[in-house]
Nanobody
């Protein structure tokens, strides 16, 4: 599967952004897609994931209640709506396709998009 993320930008603290990830190359009815982020000098960390067929969602505690992951089956597009953004949300955000293993581990995801930068100013 090929993935291309977009929608990042500069936003003030308390603001909102919606990230998009266009997916192509295979059917998605039985896979999990996720969002990860990586801040400068830090490891890549799990943000959220969704079972494409069932719609089941998973969130990191750091974004739970502030972010919503969703998908549009017709457009083969994954979204991450982020609200009440904080400076600590600043990072490059990546969408990825799950391969195997624990869903919140980056090593469990085999295909990655190129990343989109989110900068939250205080």
């Amino acid at each position: 599967v090929q993935l291309q993320a977009s929608g990042g930008g500069l936003v003030q603290a308390g603001g909102s952004l919606r990230l998009s990830c266009a997916a192509s190359g295979r059917t998605f009815s039985s896979i999990i897609l996720g969002w990860f982020r990586q801040a400068p000098g830090k490891e890549r960390e799990f943000v959220a994931a969704i079972n494409w067929r069932a719609g089941t969602t998973y969130y990191a505690d750091s974004v739970k209640g502030r972010s919503t992951i969703s998908r549009d089956n017709a457009k083969n597009t994954l979204y991450l709506q982020m609200n009440s953004l904080k400076p600590e949300d600043t990072a490059v955000y990546y969408c990825a396709s799950y391969s195997s293993g624990i869903y919140y581990h980056a090593t469990s995801f085999g295909s990655w998009g190129q990343g989109t930068l989110v900068t939250v100013s205080s």
